[in-house]
């Protein structure tokens, strides 16, 4: 049996535009609809949706038949809960906040077995060997597994250079609300300084020969981050769509809340 293919880190290499949806239901169940509608990656939030490793685990498997490739986000870049996830599957990991060099090294010893890092061995325990049915695995995984590290603080944007250029790591995600609040402007990434970090840290990752990303749910956004270099974009959250769409249905009927747009600062 091999490893299976990581289709979101071979687009990575290649010059186009992914585009992404959010999952924040922490269900298998929402998580497999999701995956059928066409997106290219799916981002399974372990920061802020009430995930666990076994709600994780249950939307791994649940959108595994289908092309929208899974994205683990971390709730820390604590590397006893990464080798959790990479045991369970995850092939694609995005890990928050992430403000040094040092850090970022630190990430990808967590994700690589010694002697080039620290992962411990599940061997037969972990869904990612196929309960041992990989049997090169402890050699390979690293060829499949990608790491994203968030830049979304001052510190982080003043450092992006230096962890874009760590090896292992293979793409920078801007994080528009933590760097607006960190900044000074909260809920509000709009603002011209905002912007011109977000547009340092996109340059900065593609002048490292990386690739660099942003969730972007409203159009004009993603279209000026995509022009800005941006690789793969999160369009949507599932939460935000499922509840526009219920208040324009319910406004056909009755009067209710004020259409709301999309956030711009999740």
């Known amino acids: 049996m091999q490893i299976p293919h990581n289709a979101f880190k071979a687009a990575l290499k290649k ?9 924040g239901f ?8 999701v995956a059928t509608l066409g997106y290219d990656w799916i981002l399974i939030d ?4 009430p995930n666990t490793i076994p709600t994780i ?10 092309a929208t490739q899974p994205v683990v986000r ?10 959790q996830l990479l045991d369970i599957g995850a092939q694609t990991l995005m890990v928050p906040m992430v403000e040094t060099a040092e ?17 411990g061995v599940g061997g037969g325990l972990a869904r990612a060997t196929r309960w041992d049915g990989v049997p090169d695995y402890l050699a390979t995984a690293h060829e499949e597994l990608c790491l994203i590290v968030q830049v979304e603080s001052a510190r982080g944007v003043e450092n992006v250079e230096a962890i874009a250029a760590v090896e292992g790591v293979d793409a920078v995600f801007v994080g528009p609300a933590d760097l607006s609040s960190g900044l000074g402007y909260p809920g509000n990434p709009r603002h011209p300084e905002v912007q011109t970090k977000i ?21 004009d956004d993603a279209r000026r981050y995509q022009g800005w270099g941006c690789q793969f974009i999160a369009v949507g959250i599932d939460i935000s769509l499922m509840r526009q769409a219920a208040l324009d249905n319910l406004r056909r009927y009755k009067e209710g809340p004020a259409a709301s747009a999309p956030s711009r600062t999740y």
């Open 103 to 119: 850090q970022a090294r630190d990430l990808v010893r967590a994700m690589r077995y010694p002697p080039h890092g620290i992962r």
């Open 15 to 23: 010059d186009q535009t992914t585009y992404g949806i959010w999952a």
């Open 74 to 83: 971390a709730v820390t870049g604590d590397s006893v809960l990464i080798k």
């Open 26 to 33: 922490a269900t298998g169940y929402a998580a497999e609809i």
């Open 46 to 49: 372990g920061e802020h949706a």
């Open 57 to 66: 685990l249950a939307q791994l498997q649940a959108v595994a038949p289908y």
């Open 199 to 219: 547009r340092h840290a996109i340059d900065a990752t593609r002048a490292a020969g990386k690739v660099s990303g942003i969730l972007a749910p409203q159009e």
